[in-house]
């Protein structure tokens, strides 16, 4: 089955700088690619999401790119702000329905 | 308009113990899911339904889960003889897509501790 990995664990940047969080997946077949942000002790909500036709998606501050050869995407996150401060999960999906694959998440504080 | 609904919030139970779990999804999504999140870690999928039947099982950990809907959308996941694995936020989500590629709206999960 699918099998997502997403790097940092991590990731702590300083108020106004940028942060960059990857995700690497197995199934080439995928051609769904959303993330989710999860503030503390509350439900994941999507932040934008991209399809295997597209290479980049950019929605404000937010960015997605897409390698399809390369079975990677990431997300860019500009001028970082405290309130972006949350947990970060990829996904993965488009092969079995609805069905999502997601990373491990990545915790993102921004110091103000 | 309403969002995706789940009850209890919080549910402790002893080992051994059945429970069900509640999802009242967005009036008018067919697709609904069923995922598993443990402290730290990432959602795991255990469910898919596709208006009332589950085409899709392949995420159920074992025997002990099961997960119906009814009626198109209310959904219930029952675990029966909890163990304290089992220990988890259980997220609901429901879609509007039935191709699988759009947004997942979640609930706000149900805590679940096996003492």
């Known amino acids: 089955g699918e099998n997502v990995e997403q790097h940092p664990s991590t990731l702590s940047v300083q108020e106004g700088d940028s942060a960059v969080i990857k995700c690497t997946y197995s199934d080439s077949a995928s051609n769904y690619f959303p993330w989710y942000k999860q503030e503390l002790g509350k439900r994941p909500q999507l932040i934008i999401d991209?399809?295997?036709?597209?290479g980049e998606k950019k929605d404000q501050r937010i960015a997605v790119t897409l390698n399809k050869t390369a079975k990677h995407f990431s997300l860019h996150i500009t001028e970082t702000q405290p309130e972006d401060s949350a947990v970060y999960f990829c996904a993965t999906g488009g092969t079995s329905y609805g069905k999502l694959t997601f990373g491990q998440g990545t915790i993102l504080t921004v110091h103000p | 308009g309403a969002g995706v609904s789940q009850s209890p919030s919080n549910k402790v139970t002893e080992k051994g113990k059945d429970v069900e779990l509640r999802c009242d999804p967005i009036?008018?999504?067919?697709?609904l899911y069923w995922y598993r999140q443990s402290l730290g870690q990432g959602l795991e999928f255990l469910i898919y339904?596709?208006?009332?039947?589950?085409?899709?099982k392949s995420g159920l950990p074992s025997d002990r889960f099961s997960a119906e809907r009814t009626g198109g959308s209310v959904s219930t996941l029952t675990i029966q003889r909890t163990q304290q694995e089992d220990s988890a936020v259980y997220l609901c989500a429901s879609s509007l897509d039935l191709a699988g590629v759009g947004e997942q709206y979640f609930g706000p999960g149900t805590r679940l501790t096996v003492t």
């Open positions: 339904f596709q208006g009332n039947s589950a085409p899709d």
């Open positions: 991209i399809r295997s036709n597209v």
């Open positions: 009036s008018g999504h067919t697709a």
